[in-house]
């Protein structure tokens, strides 16, 4: 079992940058693969990134590439994104999932609660 917890989440203006920061309960942090995925309000949740186990395999969605970076430290059960270059479209909740490292969201088995991010124009 992985409990999971996000933060960092709030409002920023356009060209901003955000760091969001997933905290995970477990010893067994280490072994899991991670990811990040949002939700826009009316819209369907969406695959942001993803890293393995180790850190050595990053997936990113076309829309974050080149802006967003995904990071994990297991000494402290901890995974990241940083956000730069943000823009009012990057506007939703943000999830972190524990389990898979694919773009659905089925291949993930445990998720955070989320952590709204707003982007201004």
């Known amino acids: 079992q992985v409990q999971l917890v996000e933060s960092g989440g709030g409002l920023v203006q356009a060209g901003g940058s955000l760091r969001l920061s997933c905290a995970a309960s477990g010893r067994t942090f280490s072994r899991y693969a991670m990811g990040w995925f949002r939700q826009a309000p009316g819209k369907e949740r969406r695959f942001v990134a993803a890293?393995?186990?180790?850190?050595?395999?990053?997936n990113y969605a076309d829309s974050v590439k080149g802006r967003f970076a995904i990071s994990r430290d297991n000494a402290k059960n901890t995974m990241y994104l940083q956000m730069n270059s943000l823009k009012p479209e990057d506007t939703a909740v943000y999830y972190c999932?524990?389990?898979?490292?694919?773009?659905?969201?089925?291949?993930?088995?445990?998720w955070g609660q989320g952590t709204q991010v707003t982007v201004s124009s």
């Open positions: 890293i393995s186990a180790s850190g050595n395999i990053l």
């Open positions: 999932a524990a389990g898979g490292i694919g773009f659905r969201g089925s291949d993930y088995d445990y």
